[in-house]
């Protein structure tokens, strides 16, 4: 071989072949699953003469191999070796799994839908956005909270598209004048993939937006939240508390889930029995018993609440508290010796007070319940490679004066480079406004006392999710003009 002609390509066996017969080929390293076949051990001696080295695996981390060797990151494959998804039917067991690798000749169609998914889910998108308009089809993908263009053609058949996801979430195809609501359980690899699907009627046809959940994405652990060391104690002092409602606040996709996942997991010891009531069920957390809601079928949160009660819990988690009914039932659980969890849409801390109010709890109610409330936003984190400082403007420095922080000599704004995709951000860190109701915060919700009164006696300025905001910025983790977009000012 001249010097100038490309090294082989390392050997490969078709990603249906290597996990149905329970083998890989990794470098010059065979590696076997516990149900390998003798099939696919030969196969592999002769597509890969040159093994020297073998590696037994239990199935967990075959498939964690799997998913690593075929994921491939940024790299695409083709053909029969591309790594595609595995669609689980959730109908009726007369509907065989489908490995979707094993149909090569797939329609067209198939195979847009399927890499419009691949691509959402390793690039690690919150939502997939597929919209019909006037000009053809666009897709686009939420990334760190920003929508990204995917793809945008004229020559793709939009209605096939669209009923290709529906038929996959189990939807109505023939109506199209109505909102529907699904899910797709798919596999990449080793990782079991959520979606949610939901399909809203448009001008040029049905919009489908989903919703993607990595359920075996495992939790993040507190320190790499976000999360300060006095906040951390917080959180294990408000886990360990025998009764209570403790509330996490904040918009849709600002981590509320996230984190009181991660109280449940403080909470979990053996001697606690802990029930969550869930609408999806996001992660899977072993030891705990997990409940999913169906409001078509009369399992609301509520109800689901009140069964839950009769199951002697310790713990209940509630995905959330929307309606006066859920709020009234979950106050009644907090007395009778249960700790709650629940979301809340509020503003802030203090703002999730006034939120149970509005929806009809009286004051002494939510004093004698509420332990703890934590309200949380996700900043954009600069992109350390092209992150650049630059010496504060007046009316930047007048954010920092106006909120006591001292005046920083630079600030850090995004510039935008190849490792960033232009972006000038990389990730997202959360911030974190937590308050932990004592006795003079207690006595003002007693009273009565308005929001405003409520903050004054709960959160010194630095606490406040703009004083947390302000600091990361002089950390220069961020940028002044992304916690002013994403907090706003509030002082």
């Known amino acids: 071989m001249s010097l100038d002609q490309p090294a082989p390509a390392p050997a490969r066996l078709p990603f249906a072949f290597a996990r149905d017969q329970q083998v890989a080929l990794d470098g010059d390293m065979l590696v076997a699953g516990p149900g390998a076949t003798m099939l696919g051990l030969r196969e592999s001696q002769r597509r890969a003469p040159h093994l020297t080295r073998v590696r037994q695996e239990d199935q967990a981390s075959f498939e964690l191999t799997l998913a690593r060797l075929y994921q491939g990151g940024t790299e695409t494959h083709s053909g029969e070796d591309a790594l595609s998804f595995d669609l689980e039917d959730s109908a009726p067991a007369t509907r065989a799994e489908r490995d979707l690798l094993d149909e090569a000749a797939d329609a067209p169609v198939i195979q847009l839908v399927n890499q419009l998914l691949r691509r959402a889910v390793l690039a690690g998108a919150s939502d997939l956005h597929v919209e019909p308009y006037e000009g053809g089809l666009r897709a686009r993908m939420r990334v760190d909270g920003f929508l990204q263009p995917v793809l945008d053609r004229a020559d793709v058949p939009v209605k096939r598209i669209v009923s290709r996801l529906k038929v996959m979430a189990g939807l109505d195809i023939a109506e199209t004048r109505l909102p529907q609501d699904g899910r ?93 009531v869930e609408d999806p069920v996001e992660y899977d ?115 920092f004066s106006r909120n006591g922080q001292p005046v920083l000599a630079a600030v850090h704004d995004a510039q935008g480079c190849a490792a960033c995709n232009g972006s000038g951000y990389a990730g997202r860190v959360g911030i974190f406004e937590m308050i932990e109701v004592g006795e003079a915060l207690r006595d003002g919700i007693d009273r009565g006392l308005p ?38 000012d509030l002082a």
């Open 184 to 276: 797709i359980p798919l596999r990449l690899g080793g990782r079991l993939i959520d979606t949610r699907v939901s399909s809203l009627p448009g001008n040029y046809g049905e919009r489908v937006v989903l919703r993607i959940l990595d359920r075996q994405s495992g939790l993040v652990p507190l320190d790499r939240l976000g999360l300060s060391p006095a906040q951390i104690a917080l959180l294990e002092r408000l886990s360990a508390l025998p009764n209570g409602i403790i509330l996490a606040t904040g918009p849709t996709g600002s981590g509320k889930t996230t984190t009181l996942y991660s109280l449940l997991k403080l909470a979990n010891r053996d001697e606690r029995n802990i029930v969550t």
């Open 285 to 399: 957390l072993p030891g705990i018993s997990q409940s999913q809601i169906n409001a078509e079928i009369g399992m609301t949160f509520a109800t689901g609440l009140r069964a839950t009660l009769r199951q002697d819990p310790d713990v209940i988690l509630v995905g959330e508290i929307r309606d006066g009914e859920t709020a009234g039932v979950a106050a009644q659980a907090a007395l009778t010796g249960h700790l709650v969890f629940s979301s809340l849409h509020a503003n802030g801390s203090v703002g999730a007070v006034v939120r149970l109010r509005d929806l009809g709890l009286d004051n002494f109610l939510i004093a004698a319940t509420l332990r703890g409330v934590i309200a949380q936003r996700l900043l954009r984190r600069l992109c350390p490679k092209c992150r650049h400082p630059h010496a504060p403007t007046p009316s930047e420095a007048a954010h």
């Open 451 to 488: 929001e405003s009164e409520l903050k004054r006696l709960a959160l010194s300025t630095e606490e406040t999710l703009l004083g947390q905001g302000l600091a990361r910025v002089a950390a220069g983790e961020t940028s002044l003009a992304e916690v002013l977009r994403v907090v706003g």
